[in-house]
């Protein structure tokens, strides 16, 4: 009984009639005419088809593809007819015959004019597509094709044709086509003469291609041997000739693969007829040399006609395949010049995903339209796909492809040769283009089909990426399909990889079979034309036009539609050509909305209602468009154009839909503009590097142009365009802030300007206003408050700003060149002063003497801005003077009088801030003004230079409701505090100090509560605004503390109509760091740490010079003393605070820089903190340190500083253990100081140490906000100098050097060392005491740490004593040598405890590896080379050079190789990962003995190998851990992947060579002869 199955095209309807072309066995022949549809797929043994209209004429524009497609044999096709418009060429009308599977296969040939054919296919697929353009027609062709059992040579040369072959091996092994000496004699084995371009070159040894002799079940790379190619349409060529009796139906076996007859065929490929080819999960390509993935009999089937190895891999060839996930190639000979003429393609296949392609490095000739040299991109397998663009000049892009594949082609001409192009790949899942009904997709009705973002074909399970429900309804050793086609059931609105469920795939005909069954409700009817007038949709065409529903009738109401228009490249410009829609104020009723971006939460651009057309640009390659109604009124709509471009280069007209008028320019000009920057282009020196710089800015601007030439951007040329720092379109004349040849160069076209109506409504007094105005003044920063659009985000706007600026457009005019006086008389305006003190200043505002003249007292006589007089360097709080202020805009009035401009390091003329004429300021670290005496942060000379100017400081009122908090530290209320606070409250307080991090405590609550503190509530916000990241609520009787990121906080407190309550009182100070709990003692004591500086207050003499000395300093502290007289800080009196170099605050133990004595007094009182991931601290001697969240990925914008200190008579030596960054060392990075001196960067993979000349280090990490990776792990030790002494050891001896001066430092020589074994004494020479003994002598300890062998010991000196004192300080050094496995590198540590030190050195175990004679190991073999006979019993044993009864060996792996610098290609094993390989291995002791022993019988590699050489890995292990891999060998029946338990040490050896005996060769070479 047969199966019929009909597979439908997608692009035409099922015309073609035939049997079921799924089947495994031969059809009984039979021959079926087609009608006369447009292409489809032909499965039958025979059949016919025809061109469209056939007999009649085709018609225009006509593109049509059928696909032969059979389960044996090969295609003969027959053309009887053709009559189809002719061309030498045939590049009008034309039928392409493609010998595979579709049209990215071998050209046969094309054929036109009126003629007949014959073309053979190689294979059992073969591909027609005919095209014809939209001019000539005629009645086009007849095609009658057939399955034949042999193929003919025509058009095949060099090719295997289903049982024959046309290749020039054919006649070595007797296969020869009938016809092959008629066709191919002459032209083989030359490249076959055969019409169109052959991809596949072939000569006598490289094959055709993949061929599946000895690979049936593989997978072939470019086809398949496995029996699912019959499901999947990519089967080899030979593939029903050699696997056809073998495979049937394709199954899986219980680990998921495909049962065959061979295990080297399953798992492993064969290079047999296959030289030159990639096989896929190995290559028979000479480049698997380079990449070592060659198949495992590569050297035998393809070594002779293999070249060497390339050194590198040669992208920079002209075209080639690329299969990997990512990958990069190159113009040819790049980075020198390309050559002329090239014609080069790479087709890239990953095979997965899609793909992202940018071109980093662009060097090409550039033409109009790219038409000299160019790289061109296809979305496809080949380059007849739709072009992506092209790529010339000095242009950088990126392309995304839609499916897995793309093409690449670049060509030159025969003129200008520059350096050409570096290009990346890489595969991944960047696009999304609508959101799903359903979650992910459903494996329900879709067993063995691929839904695109994720699979539910049986290798799921290997790649990883089974949709959720796949073990629900699909067996886990499913392949074959339960259906024809994906179903549309359960997966509404996504894209199923071969078909699709989204409302788009009407329009792209590419719908699911059931998508209306299942999908339809909620999908409109499939549109004849692209349906634009829906209710929004994705539009990627590089132009395009869409409308309202239903236009030009009514749009319905409650519309809301949303348009995604994303060409993918340049500048796109939208132009509404017809708008009626229900206009109200701002647009409220009907409107349409225009977002400079990808979604709607991306910056407005406008909107659009009434009847006023409009033309919108982007910023970037995407805008998005939202039409919305109400229920009231409806009209016709609009309709609305778009196209890609680059507008702003060229000289089309640009619209300025701001403007109240169409420009008078086409665009702003830089004649008299030099150096300003004119809004939608610049006349800056920087225009240059942004590339926005207007279109004749070298025609009147010089290339080196930073400063403006003129004191005003000109109106000239620019009538109607807003210049930025001034305007020239007509509603400057309401806003003041025309330019100043405004009326001279535009007025005739200007109308006039409106006039205003009302007072302002924020009139305080005469004089003072509380707050600055944005009247007059929008896009202006006024200090205290903002007129600018950053206002909104930052959460500084003034009061006015939203009545007085334009709230729709994101970056607001600039309408006054300079803030105005008005309505802000006694106000500091930023850039200028309404203030009286400006008279003295000389920064009064350019209105100042108009608005506020009367109401002004005299000058004052002390300042109203802080003076750089004695500050340089310093930062005053509103203004700066350090060098720095000219680049942040803040200096000082009198900075540039007072400080000298030319040092980048600014001076610092003072020790400390001086009030020395500024007295009533704030100062930054300390103030001037009256309340520094309620703060107790009064600067040095505050008493003696403003007491007289100043009153007793009155406590500020921060009970009210919200307000700005520019202080160190402060307190702060709800309102009517400890009263009830009042009914819908919503108070705002901005935490401002802007140095460092500020922690936030809430020391009584007493606020209504709901659950989630849904009711009343204060929101804590770690940034500027409440649009920052929310830290947390507060509600209820809870108390709580918040630590903010960086320098701000901005808290928020808010009521409803119903409870009220007493509400909270909260305070904040400025942290270095984090402590999760208030300290135990009220201020930190010197007791126990003379001579260290405890972070707020200081115990070192020079505490006394800068005032700053702890209370108890004097009680405890010498005056003059400078050094510490305590090895470090002390916790005793100081819980809970952190001393600088360590800390005695509960946190330490999570940021790993506790003071020594943190757990004798503080562990008890101090839980575990509760911080997030640490980064960067103060840490202390030695330890390790590593990037937030590591394991995990770190998080963006991470920008950690870890200061690293040690003793005075110290040095730090850093280790990089892991290290893994984004490969970008300009995006992620590490830096490295020694001191304040820089060491170096560290990127990706570039694992460093380094060695400080000093006893500090800083190491500081920064991210930016793309890519992230797993981070780094750091260790840092606290070492002697290389001056004081070092350490080395190997598995026979330990080595230990003391300088003798250091000794003397410490009043010792070198007669009274000596180690655990008093009778082990130095050596002692004019500088130095050596002590040199066995690793296992002078009472070394031996023990296991982490996995290594560590052996210790300790050196100590006898003391000189004077009656019952002593001048000698206890020496007690720790000495210990960590065998390692690789490690060469020695180092010396030092750790203080009371004078004690430790010296840490690194080594590694010497082991050997040797035959004997006999399985007594009582003979060693000393005969190199070691002369053998086959079969002969070997004897191998592997030891340490000095034998240790605590230790014992493992044999691990043993493999044989010819060579002994390469065991990786021809390579036997003995034993691998503990299990045996060879069946003539036997062991004698492996893991329980310190030395291992095994033997095997003599043998000889195939191909005149004379030599064998042996490799073993061995594990040393203790003898008495029972959890190592010594103790627990692998169990080789039944292998799994399990813990190894313990860490080991290892080694790796190689014993050789063996050779043959005389006798032996000449024997084996005699057998050769016979068998040849």
Known sequence: MWTLVVLCSVIASCGVRGDNWWTTLAQPEETVTSDASCGGYLHSSSGTFYSPGYPDNYPDHSECIWYLRFGSGIVQLNFPFISIEDHPSCMYDAIYVYDGFNTAYRLLGKVCGNTTATFYSTGVYMTVRFKSDGSISSSGFRADYRVVAQGSCRYNCGYQVGSCSCSSSCEYRGNCCSDYYDYCLASTPETPSTPGDNWWTVDDVVTDQPSCRYNCGSH??????????????????????????????????????????DYFTDFYPSCRYNCGSHMGMCSCENSCQYYGNCCHDYYYECSETTPEAPSTPDYTSCGGYLYGYSGSFTSPNYPSAYPHYADCIWYIRPGYSVIRLWFSSVNIESCGNCGCDSVSVYDGSSTSSSLLGKVCGRNTATFYSTGSYLTVRFRTDSSASYSGFRAFYENGDYFSTESPVTEQPSCRYNCGWNLGSCSCTSSCQYNGNCCPDYYDHCSSTTEWPTTEHPSCRYNCGWNLGSCSCTSSCQYYGNCCPDYYDECSETTPEAPSTPDYTSCGDYLYGYSGSFTSPNYPSAYPHYADCIWYIRPGYSVIRLRFSSVNIESCGNCGCDSVSVYDGSSTSSRLLGKVCGRNTATFYSTGSYLTVRFRTDSSASYSGFQAYYEVGDFFSTESPVTDYFSTESPVTEQPSCRYNCGWDLGSCSCTSSCQYYGNCCPDYHDHCSSTTEWPTTEHPSCRYNCGWNLGSCSCTSSCQYYGNCCPDYYDECSATTPEAPS??????????????????????????????????????????????????????????????????????????????CSSSCQYYGNCCHDYYYECSETTPEAPSTTDQPSCRYNCGSHMGSCSCSSSCQYYGNCCHDYYYECPTSTMEPEVTTDQLSCRYNCGSHMGSCSCSSSCQLYGNCCHDYYYYCPASTTEPVSPDYTSCGGYLYAYSRSFTSPNYPSAYPHYADCIWYIRPGYSVIRLQFSSVNIESCGNCGCDSVSVYDGSSTSSRLLGKVCGRNTATFYSTGSYLTVRFRTDSSVSYSGFRASYEVVDNFSTESPVTEQPSCRYNCGWNLGSCSCTSSCQYYGNCCPDYYDHCSSTTEWPTTAQPSCRHNCGWNLGSCSCSSSCRYNGNCCPDYYDYCSSTTEWPTTATPCGGYLFGSGNFTSPNHPSFYPDNTYCTWRLRASSDQRIFLAFTYLQLESCCECDYIKVYDGSSYMGTMCNNSLATFHSSSNSMT??????????????????????????????????????????????????????????????????????????????????????????????????????????????????????????????????????????????????????????????????????????????????????????????????????????????????????????????????????????????????????????????????????????????????????????????????????????????????????????
């Open 756 to 833: 205003t109506t009302g007072d302002n409504w924020w009139t305080v007094d005469d004089v003072v206003t509380d707050q600055p105005s944005c009247r007059y003044n929008c896009g202006s920063h006024m200090g205290s408050c903002s007129c600018s659009s950053s206002c909104q985000y930052y959460g500084n706007c003034c009061h006015d700003y939203y009545y007085e600026c334009p709230t729709s457009t994101m970056e607001p005019e600039v309408t006054t060149d300079q803030p105005s006086c008005r309505y802000n008389c006694g106000s500091h305006m930023g850039s200028c002063s």
């Open 220 to 261: 072939m790379g470019s086809c398949s041997c496995s029996s699912s190619c019959q499901y999947y349409g990519n089967c080899c060529h030979d593939y029903h000739y050699e696997c056809l009796e073998t495979t049937t139906v394709p199954v899986t076996t219980a680990d998921n693969r495909e049962p065959t007859h």
């Open 1259 to 1572: 190491v500081v990490f920064r991210s930016d906000s793309r890519v992230v990776a797993r981070g780094f792990r750091a260790e840092f030790i606290s070492s002697l100098p290389t001056s004081s002494g070092q350490v080395t050891c190997s598995s026979d001896n330990m080595n230990i050097v003391v300088q003798r001066s250091y000794l003397n430092s410490l009043g010792y020589d070198g007669d009274n060392l000596y180690l655990n074994n008093p009778s082990c004494r130095p050596q002692i020479s004019s500088s130095q005491v050596i002590f040199r003994f066995p690793i296992e002598g002078c009472g070394n300890d031996k023990k296991i740490e982490n996995g290594r062998v560590v052996y210790t010991n300790t050196l100590r000196a006898d003391t000189s004593s004077y009656g019952e004192i002593t001048r000698q300080v206890h020496l007690k050094i720790n000495v210990a040598c960590q065998m390692d496995q690789d490690s060469v590198s020695q180092i010396m540590y030092l750790v203080e405890h009371t004078g004690n030190s430790s010296i840490v050195g690194t080594g590694k175990f010497n082991t050997s590896m040797n035959f004997y004679t006999s399985g007594s190991f009582y003979y060693q073999v000393t005969q190199v080379p070691y002369k053998v006979t086959l079969n002969q019993n070997l004897y191998v044993q592997v030891d340490l050079s000095r034998q240790s009864s605590n230790l014992v060996i493992f044999l691990d792996t043993c493999v044989t190789s010819p060579s002994p610098h390469d065991f990786e290609n021809r390579s036997y094993y003995l034993v691998r990962n503990g299990c045996p390989v060879d069946s003539t291995y036997r062991p004698y002791y492996t893991g329980l003995r310190p030395y291992a022993r095994f033997t095997f019988k003599a043998f000889q590699f195939l191909r005149a190998a004379e030599s064998v050489y042996i490799q073993c890995k061995v594990l040393i292990c203790q003898a008495s851990d029972s959890n190592s891999r010594c103790h627990n060998p692998p169990n080789c029946r039944n292998r799994v992947a399990r813990d190894l338990g313990t860490e080991h040490d290892s080694q790796t050896l190689v014993l050789g060579p063996i050779q043959l005996r005389a006798s032996e060769k000449k024997e084996e070479g005699t057998k050769e002869q016979d068998e040849a």
